[in-house]
């Protein structure tokens, strides 16, 4: 090899090693910039971050100024809630239901005892939980009131005594939803009706577990804790301690009430108490099924308001399944009525609900709730208080600004004396209205051709 031949192998040697150099500059970047922002290789075999792979469980839940420490929820409870409530671990609660809390009306106002309803979702649960706050406003309250020529006045709760009713509202439908624990026995195992399983959800800072599967996170059901009491005193005095969760906008405390009644119940229960007739306690468009009406105002989540369970049709033959309905006499009632029915195929109310403990009923008027109520407890415990009486009525929404009073008088038969209030071949369905509006009706339903004056307040058609 001659030197022109030794130079140009030279030069080359040295341009091959100058491109190693500026690959390996190039190659060790790259993995730099690799180890920066922690970008797999496809083809890396090392061992992966455990910090990232591994989800920590908050150790510590909400402030409930009380030494109960809770249960962070795991993400199966959280699909059973769900799918016990709206049928499916996928499907979110709506924006009705995230954004309503229990809100009373002004102390100053007309309306001093009225929780807000307006929502149309959340709004048979809030009507339910507002028939205990009367009960305990009227008829548990040691505060004297005014005596009327029908009874007491209605309530005028100052903001501690909304407070206070709304814990004993909490504690009411809890306590009837929540199953007794067993009393061993030197013989045998019973159930201790003083003792029973109280579970109260609140929803905390940090999720409890990760979302996975089918299960959609929507913000609280994942933080959610949970926290078992076991007596009537302890659940009274933890929901005292912790009601802002159930009454301030930044919490979903209908939602949280909701929850902590199907964990009382629990899942297999309420199952059970709906007979295989439902599947879930809201309807598809997010309402409040009977069911749940059930389960708010009874504790038991039967599907129907009849007396006890029918096991045959009107011809005596045995049913696939069985209906089951009230099994005992409620504290606070129900009445129904709905135009669209059948003259000859109305829904029938038990004696169970037309009479209650105390004279208070959750209506249902053509698929709106609302709420009737008398300030004299003797209407239900004195048949001759019902003769001449007068109920309230409140629908909890803002558009009611004050009372509803209505006189009722069963002395006499209303088509007999007053023309006016007569049907005719004639009249249209608007006329049949105004005539006899369906809150009459469904008035009539527990007392029969009773003569309603409404006070010269606008009826409600």
């Given at each position: 090899m001659d030197r022109k031949d030794r130079s140009i192998a030279k030069s080359d040697r040295n341009q091959n090693q100058n491109l190693q150099k500026l690959a390996n500059v190039f190659h060790d970047g790259f993995s730099l910039t690799q180890h920066q922002y922690q970008v797999p290789t496809p083809r890396s075999s090392g061992k992966k971050n455990s910090a990232a792979s591994v989800f920590k469980v908050p150790l510590h839940g909400p402030n409930t100024q009380t030494r109960n420490p809770g249960q962070p929820i795991d993400v199966n409870t959280a699909r059973g809630l769900r799918l016990a409530i709206?049928?499916?671990?996928?499907?979110?609660?709506?924006?009705?239901?995230?954004?309503?809390?229990?809100?009373?009306?002004?102390?100053?106002?007309?309306?001093?005892?009225?929780?807000?309803a307006s929502l149309p979702g959340p709004r048979a649960l809030a009507l339910c939980a507002q028939a205990y706050i009367l009960k305990n406003l009227m008829f548990s309250s040691e505060k004297p009131r005014e005596e009327t020529?029908?009874?007491?006045?209605?309530?005028?709760?100052?903001?501690?005594?909304?407070?206070?009713?709304?814990?004993?509202?909490?504690?009411?439908?809890?306590?009837?939803?929540?199953?007794?624990?067993?009393?061993?026995?030197?013989?045998?195992?019973?159930?201790?009706?003083?003792?029973?399983?109280?579970?109260v959800t609140l929803v905390g800072h940090d999720p409890c577990f990760q979302t996975k599967g089918n299960f959609i996170g929507d913000g609280f059901t994942e933080k959610l804790w949970l926290y078992t009491l076991n007596t009537r005193n302890d659940v009274r005095k933890f929901v005292r301690r912790n009601i802002h969760y159930f009454c301030e906008r930044i919490y979903p405390g209908g939602i949280m009430l909701l929850y902590s009644v199907v964990l009382s119940r629990t899942f297999d229960v309420i199952m059970k108490d709906m007979g295989q007739r439902q599947k879930a306690l809201l309807t598809d468009n997010a309402r409040s099924t009977q069911a749940l009406v059930n389960l708010l105002l009874t504790g038991?989540?039967?599907?129907?308001?009849?007396?006890?369970v029918i096991r045959c049709d009107g011809q005596g033959k045995a049913l696939d399944r069985p209906l089951p309905g009230i099994r005992s006499r409620s504290e606070v009632g129900f009445l129904f009525f709905n135009k669209q029915e059948h003259e000859k195929r109305r829904t029938q109310v038990g004696s169970m609900y037309k009479t209650p403990l105390v004279p208070i009923w959750v209506t249902q008027v053509n698929g709106t709730f609302g709420l009737l109520f008398c300030t004299s407890r003797d209407l239900v415990t004195d048949w001759k208080t019902e003769r001449y009486f007068t109920l309230h009525y409140y629908n909890g929404h803002v558009t009611q600004q004050t009372e509803t009073v209505l006189t009722i008088d069963t002395r006499t038969r209303v088509d007999s004396i007053n023309p006016d209030k007569q049907i005719s071949i004639w009249d249209d369905e608007e006329e049949v209205e105004k005539k006899q509006p369906s809150l009459e009706l469904l008035i009539f339903t527990k007392w029969p051709e009773a003569d309603v004056d409404w006070s010269g307040e606008t009826p409600y058609y």
């Amino acid at each position: 090899m001659d030197r022109k031949d030794r130079s140009i192998a030279k030069s080359d040697r040295n341009q091959n090693q100058n491109l190693q150099k500026l690959a390996n500059v190039f190659h060790d970047g790259f993995s730099l910039t690799q180890h920066q922002y922690q970008v797999p290789t496809p083809r890396s075999s090392g061992k992966k971050n455990s910090a990232a792979s591994v989800f920590k469980v908050p150790l510590h839940g909400p402030n409930t100024q009380t030494r109960n420490p809770g249960q962070p929820i795991d993400v199966n409870t959280a699909r059973g809630l769900r799918l016990a409530i709206v049928g499916s671990p996928s499907q979110p609660f709506t924006s009705d239901w995230k954004k309503f809390f229990f809100a009373f009306r002004n102390p100053k106002s007309k309306l001093p005892y009225g929780l807000d309803a307006s929502l149309p979702g959340p709004r048979a649960l809030a009507l339910c939980a507002q028939a205990y706050i009367l009960k305990n406003l009227m008829f548990s309250s040691e505060k004297p009131r005014e005596e009327t020529y029908f009874g007491k006045e209605s309530p005028r709760p100052s903001t501690m005594e909304q407070d206070g009713a709304l814990v004993d509202a909490v504690v009411d439908i809890l306590w009837k939803a929540a199953l007794p624990l067993a009393r061993q026995t030197q013989k045998h195992q019973t159930n201790n009706p003083e003792k029973k399983q109280v579970i109260v959800t609140l929803v905390g800072h940090d999720p409890c577990f990760q979302t996975k599967g089918n299960f959609i996170g929507d913000g609280f059901t994942e933080k959610l804790w949970l926290y078992t009491l076991n007596t009537r005193n302890d659940v009274r005095k933890f929901v005292r301690r912790n009601i802002h969760y159930f009454c301030e906008r930044i919490y979903p405390g209908g939602i949280m009430l909701l929850y902590s009644v199907v964990l009382s119940r629990t899942f297999d229960v309420i199952m059970k108490d709906m007979g295989q007739r439902q599947k879930a306690l809201l309807t598809d468009n997010a309402r409040s099924t009977q069911a749940l009406v059930n389960l708010l105002l009874t504790g038991n989540a039967a599907p129907y308001v009849h007396n006890g369970v029918i096991r045959c049709d009107g011809q005596g033959k045995a049913l696939d399944r069985p209906l089951p309905g009230i099994r005992s006499r409620s504290e606070v009632g129900f009445l129904f009525f709905n135009k669209q029915e059948h003259e000859k195929r109305r829904t029938q109310v038990g004696s169970m609900y037309k009479t209650p403990l105390v004279p208070i009923w959750v209506t249902q008027v053509n698929g709106t709730f609302g709420l009737l109520f008398c300030t004299s407890r003797d209407l239900v415990t004195d048949w001759k208080t019902e003769r001449y009486f007068t109920l309230h009525y409140y629908n909890g929404h803002v558009t009611q600004q004050t009372e509803t009073v209505l006189t009722i008088d069963t002395r006499t038969r209303v088509d007999s004396i007053n023309p006016d209030k007569q049907i005719s071949i004639w009249d249209d369905e608007e006329e049949v209205e105004k005539k006899q509006p369906s809150l009459e009706l469904l008035i009539f339903t527990k007392w029969p051709e009773a003569d309603v004056d409404w006070s010269g307040e606008t009826p409600y058609y």
